[in-house]
């Protein structure tokens, strides 16, 4: 395997030696006496120091070919753990693992030291980090831009079947793998007016009696698979500009730096735990700016070390926005353009709209970001006065285009009714506009974004989704990864589609055998895990039918607890009725504040509750929540899942990646004909996949004509009704019968996500999968079609994609002199 071709490179000893001193210095200790997570630290540095000369050459040789560096601007990177990760992509996991053997230490349990750094909240969070990944591996140029927040995302605890939020300290014992650059620090200015002066006839517009905070940047490396190439990650710090100055007996100036020191403090602290959702907080666009501003900042400058022509910036820096969150660069460009470098605004917009491009991730009108001009204006006063002018200039052409049509410029106007519209904003300044999947692109073509399709259609395109197989089959799996490498060699690692060759073993019986064993194993891992966690004994023979993602009402987790209510009733009442051990398991954090997505948790558990422990249902179903799911569980989730549960309302899920690492790891899709789920069907063949529900079409339907009546279902379907009637007569919360009332009335009311409408759609489709898995042999083929159909989720085809069509990307090899 790749892993053994480095271990050459490797000198075990003096890596050896290194822990042991590294402990040391740092712990003033001898091994012995260390601690596991002061272990973790001493073993992360070690790994550090392979991983800085191969740093420092790959931005020796992007400085030398002065390439063309794509920005990932993103609030949110999910990197989860770095350590393993990070031994994978050096190939020096397998060799490292037996240099802790000899020193008595267990490499899995040294990783499980470490925190996952969690910031971000779902796929949207998750795709930026394995885009890094890809990037990496593939030699392309690349910087993530983001928030060094303090605390990432909340840690879930359940109490009483209740979420609770705990604060993630995640570097409270430090984080070994960062280097703090200050000296690229820069300012970043809020609030106060502008003032015009007048220089050798040119206005130049200068913000005065601002705030600032001093950004300081965090770089974590991110390592490509065994090709010596390693890219930044660059988190912002806050600091204070101003220190205080205590024998300063100036009141005003006193007050000024507490106030900075205040400033300074809260924009970095927290992440927003929002998935999908729009909050409208002040703190929220003073986040996006701070890391907007310096990241610009920071990469202009960057930009004329090597060029003396600003007007070639589009030759070398793309800067791709992650989502509407830092749309604000598009203005930010603008200001550096105009302000700092003098240009007029007619090359400052050509400069900037050959430079940033927009990928958007939902159509969710909750999810739209819309500030007030109010607040936008006063928090970024010389950045509104651009974004007035964008908006002015952008609509004077929509009339060009479309005479006398006031529609189009109540659809398309980046100011309207009050408020600055981020993702029109962002159209406006970007040369390039993706959607994440086919189906979602459509979407946006013919309905959400149609408008700004037809004034420019060359400017929209479609870069489905991947997630990288290093770390979610290499690293998550290594009993299947082996497995495969055994079969077909290991190109699968850097070019996913060769585990298409796996098809010539799907029917041969001994490899079934062994693919099944695999998952069985994983399945034993699991079980371990839950018992650990959860205290609850799981048979790793049943099927394990798995819903792990953000908990939102779109993905309808309610519409799976709903029906494993139904099968409960149908054991309890139907004594013909039988079904194949299923053990259902959900792992989903609430955002803080959502209050009905935090019951629909507690529904679960008293669910839970009460199946679990009736024991005249012989064990046939269990349900089990898997407390705080992230990224390092979730690795051992997906290894261990026989089906794949993708039930959204269809339309609503832009993409899914969750769905694409079950697809790798031999799960069979249950889902809907949405978001990436549609591609899923065409590389497995919809024979290998339980589809059910209304299509796309229909649900868009249903919606222009004002929705459905789901007390047509009520009344009609007696099992439906028997389920929703349990949710108000205490059958799952005896306590208090009224608990659930709120689901009872939103799915009798409205039913927006068309839960009831899907129902027996749903329930016919688990019957499939519960008639499917009992062929042993029909089941083993299924899942391995789909491992070896999963080629194309790779994040490395995606990254290939953005690379080739809309960033314009070189590859660069990096070798090391040794
Ligand atoms: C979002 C979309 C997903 C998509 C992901 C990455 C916002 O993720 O809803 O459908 O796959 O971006 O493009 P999530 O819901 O997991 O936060």
Redesign the pocket.
Known sequence: MNQMKMLADFDKEGFKKEVITNVKTLFRKPIEEATPQQVFQAVSYAVKDDIIDRWIATHKEYEKKNVKTVYYLSMEFLMGRALGNNLINLTYYDAVKEALDELGFDLNFIEDQEPDAALG???????AACFLDSLATLGYPAYGCGIRYKYGMFKQGIKDGYQVEMPDDWLKDGNPFEVKRSEYAVEVKFGGYVRVENKNGRNYFIQDGYQSVRAVPYDLPVIGYGNNVVNTLRIWDAEAIQEFCLDSFDKGEYEKAVEQQNLAKTIVEVLYPN??HYAGKELRLRQQYFFISASVQRAILKFKELNKDIHKLPEKVTFQMN?THPTVAVAELMRILMDEEGLEWDDAWDITTRTCAY?N??IMAE?LEKWPIELFSRLLPRIYQIVEEINRRFVLKIQEMYPGNQDKVKNMAVLYDGQVKMAHLAIAGSYSVNG??ALHTKILEERELKDFYEMRPEQFNNKT?GITQRRFLLHANPLLANWITDKIGDEWITNLSHLKKLKVYVNDEKCQHEFMNIKYQNKIRLAKYIKEHNNVDVDPRSIFDVQV??L?EYKRQLLNILHVMHLYNRLKTEPEFDMYPRTFIFGAKASAGYKRAKLIIKLINSVADVVNNDASIEGKIKVVFIENYRVSNAEIIFAAADVSEQISTASR?????GNMKFMLNGAPTLGTMD??NVEIVEEVGIENAFIFGLSAEEVMKYEREGGYNPMDIYNNNQAVRRVLTQLIDGTYAPDDPDRFRDLYDSLTKEDVYFILKDFDSYAEAQQKVDKAYQDEKGWAKMAMLNTACAGKFSSDRTIEEYAKEIWKLKKVKVSLDK
Do not use: F, P, Y
């Open positions: 909240n779902g796929g949207l969070g998750r795709l998935d999908n989502d990928t991730h939902t999810a994440v999947a989704n993602k953000r939102h899920e832009a993409s899914g990646t978001g990436a």
